[in-house]
Nanobody, 119 residues
Framework: QLQASGGGLVQAGGSLRLSCAASGLTFGDYYMAWFRQAPGKERQFVAAISWIGNAWYTDSVKGRFTISRDNAKNTVSLQVSSLKPEDTAVYYC???????????????WGQGTQVTVSS
């Protein structure tokens, strides 16, 4: 089970910290990821992190977003900074044993948290 939190309404240029708590998994064996889905669009890859801290990002968020994890607490976080209106979306956390950027390859999903960026 995955529980995402931390979304909200923020002005352009602002920051938020999204968190996702996992239960029922041997957390250290899994990759963790964040995807997002903007209105009328498909869910897209944002960032992912391995159990040893290797991270991957989609190009549009590099330098602005930072993914991290705490294996002891079974949590993954996404620090989102320098936010733009085009970052507005529902952000989902996902977990699986392998890493891809394809949404359909991830088996376990959280319920999503809304991030809205006003201009």
């Amino acid at each position: 089970q995955l529980q995402a939190s931390g979304g909200g309404l923020v002005q352009a240029g602002g920051s938020l910290r999204l968190s996702c708590a996992a239960s029922g998994l041997t957390f250290g064996d899994y990759y963790m990821a964040w995807f997002r889905q903007a209105p009328g669009k498909e869910r897209q890859f944002v960032a992912a992190i391995s159990w040893i801290g290797n991270a991957w990002y989609t190009d549009s968020v590099k330098g602005r977003f930072t993914i991290s994890r705490d294996n002891a607490k079974n949590t993954v976080s996404l620090q989102v900074s320098s936010l733009k209106p085009e970052d507005t979306a529902v952000y989902y956390c996902a977990v699986d044993r392998g890493f891809t950027r394809r949404e359909e390859d991830w088996r376990y999903w959280g319920q999503g948290t809304q991030v809205t960026v006003s201009s």
